[in-house]
């Protein structure tokens, strides 16, 4: 009777599944786990990765230090700063508390909170075919993307900009409309990266109650902006003179957008190019927006938005993740291992720029297509 009971537990054991809500639980947890011992890997191999007086202290300490303390955090002239202050009042304001901190300890929060924002995307951009091995191998092609790796190291926000658009669709499919509306205002602050979402979610809003549905959007938006940039009132009502000074302020250089590249080679003509370029993308943008899911199209005006956008820095092409994530989980096997390929070869081509002695911003531009 042993040797039977033991053999039916057995049997019992090979026989028992676990059910599609259990295993779709088991992949939620073991995705948050893996991500989380990789996310710790990196920091400890990267810490020192975390640079001093980058875009980070330029750009959002700088100017958070400034307001903290009632003087104008568009004036950070007596900071010694690299650049001026160029990013939007609403991150200065959202992330006014971290003038608090030293400016090492700030670099650091940062450098966690990006990470942290990086598996945010890679979990829900996968949606629900979210694995445990999908979690892996996109957290290691995430982590070492060379945009990914630069946007540690000068400490910018483009990944903020990112999990924000991707959270405000989600968001506005669930009736949370003011809650996308101010992940949507936070996105603002790189208005540029955030233009084909905006457009897309005007056209969903537009869709389900016309005009009215539209301009509700557009005025939550607006007052969220507001509320945002609220702590800067109150601490330096006059900042906006120096906000706007500093932002026509900053320096040209080679950046990665058809907009620069049709300029230099083609002149006069390249903006006429870069114009055509723009309707274009913008008519793909609002097809893409009529018939694919909000969160789908969603990913795909993330994308698009290097193309039409004036000023984008290489970092910036981080935007390019939740779209190469929900992809490579919605593809079979073969064509995973084609997109390793594919990015095996853009991760080497992008290393062998940075090893240049002049690495142009603008030798990146190919990476959006």
């Given at each position: 009777?042993?040797?039977?009971?033991?053999?039916?537990?057995?049997?019992?054991?090979?026989?028992?599944?676990?059910?599609?809500?259990?295993?779709?639980?088991f992949?939620?947890?073991?995705?948050?786990?893996?991500?989380?011992?990789?996310?710790?890997?990196?920091?400890?191999?990267?810490?020192?990765?975390?640079q001093?007086?980058?875009?980070?202290?330029?750009?959002?300490?700088?100017?958070?230090?400034?307001?903290?303390?009632?003087?104008s955090p568009?004036?950070?002239?007596?900071?010694?700063?690299?650049?001026?202050?160029?990013?939007?009042?609403?991150?200065?304001?959202?992330?006014?508390?971290?003038?608090?901190?030293?400016?090492?300890?700030?670099?650091?929060?940062?450098?966690?909170?990006?990470?942290?924002?990086?598996?945010a995307?890679?979990y829900?951009?996968?949606?629900?075919k979210?694995?445990?091995?999908?979690t892996?191998?996109?957290?290691?092609?995430?982590?070492?993307?060379?945009?990914?790796l630069?946007?540690?190291?000068?400490?910018?926000?483009?990944?903020?900009?990112?999990?924000?658009?991707?959270?405000a669709?989600?968001?506005?499919?669930k009736?949370?409309h003011?809650?996308?509306?101010?992940?949507?205002?936070?996105?603002?602050?790189?208005?540029?990266?955030?233009?084909?979402?905006?457009?897309g979610?005007?056209?969903?809003?537009?869709?389900?109650?016309?005009?009215?549905?539209m301009?509700?959007?557009?005025?939550?938006?607006?007052?969220?902006?507001?509320?945002?940039?609220?702590?800067?009132?109150?601490?330096?009502?006059?900042?906006?003179?120096?906000?706007?000074?500093?932002?026509?302020?900053?320096?040209?250089?080679?950046?990665?957008?058809?907009?620069v590249?049709f300029?230099?080679?083609?002149?006069?003509?390249?903006?006429?190019?870069?114009?055509?370029?723009?309707?274009i993308?913008?008519g793909?943008?609002h097809?893409?927006?009529?018939?694919?899911s909000?969160v789908?199209?969603?990913?795909w005006?993330?994308a698009?938005?290097?193309?039409?956008?004036?000023?984008?820095?290489?970092w910036?092409?981080?935007?390019?993740?939740?779209?190469?994530?929900f992809?490579?989980v919605?593809?079979?096997?073969?064509?995973?291992?084609?997109?390793?390929?594919?990015?095996?070869i853009?991760?080497?081509?992008?290393?062998?720029?940075?090893?240049?002695e002049?690495?142009h911003?603008?030798y990146?531009?190919?990476?959006?297509?």
């Amino acid at each position: 009777m042993g040797y039977h009971s033991h053999m039916q537990t057995i049997t019992e054991r090979k026989t028992k599944k676990l059910t599609p809500e259990q295993l779709k639980l088991f992949h939620s947890y073991a995705s948050i786990l893996a991500f989380a011992l990789m996310g710790i890997l990196f920091a400890k191999l990267f810490w020192n990765l975390v640079q001093p007086r980058m875009d980070f202290y330029n750009e959002l300490w700088g100017p958070a230090y400034l307001l903290v303390h009632g003087q104008s955090p568009y004036d950070t002239t007596n900071l010694n700063t690299n650049l001026p202050a160029a990013w939007f009042p609403m991150a200065i304001g959202f992330f006014s508390p971290l003038g608090w901190l030293p400016e090492a300890t700030a670099n650091h929060a940062w450098f966690v909170l990006c990470i942290l924002e990086l598996g945010a995307i890679i979990y829900i951009a996968q949606g629900d075919k979210r694995s445990l091995y999908n979690t892996g191998i996109l957290t290691f092609l995430s982590i070492f993307f060379p945009a990914t790796l630069y946007h540690f190291f000068i400490g910018q926000i483009s990944l903020t900009v990112t999990l924000c658009l991707v959270l405000a669709v989600h968001l506005a499919q669930k009736d949370r409309h003011w809650l996308s509306a101010f992940f949507i205002a936070l996105a603002v602050s790189k208005p540029h990266l955030a233009l084909l979402t905006v457009l897309g979610l005007s056209f969903y809003y537009f869709q389900k109650d016309k005009w009215k549905g539209m301009f509700l959007f557009w005025g939550r938006v607006s007052i969220s902006a507001l509320a945002m940039c609220i702590p800067l009132f109150v601490a330096y009502p006059n900042w906006i003179p120096d906000a706007l000074h500093a932002m026509t302020q900053n320096p040209i250089w080679s950046y990665p957008s058809l907009f620069v590249l049709f300029e230099r080679y083609f002149e006069k003509w390249g903006y006429l190019l870069w114009i055509l370029t723009t309707i274009i993308t913008i008519g793909i943008n609002h097809s893409l927006w009529k018939k694919l899911s909000p969160v789908n199209a969603a990913y795909w005006s993330l994308a698009l938005a290097p193309l039409v956008s004036p000023y984008v820095g290489s970092w910036d092409f981080v935007i390019l993740l939740p779209l190469t994530i929900f992809t490579f989980v919605s593809v079979d096997w073969k064509r995973k291992v084609a997109l390793i390929i594919f990015y095996a070869i853009a991760w080497y081509q992008m290393a062998q720029i940075q090893a240049l002695e002049v690495s142009h911003n603008h030798y990146f531009w190919w990476v959006p297509l």
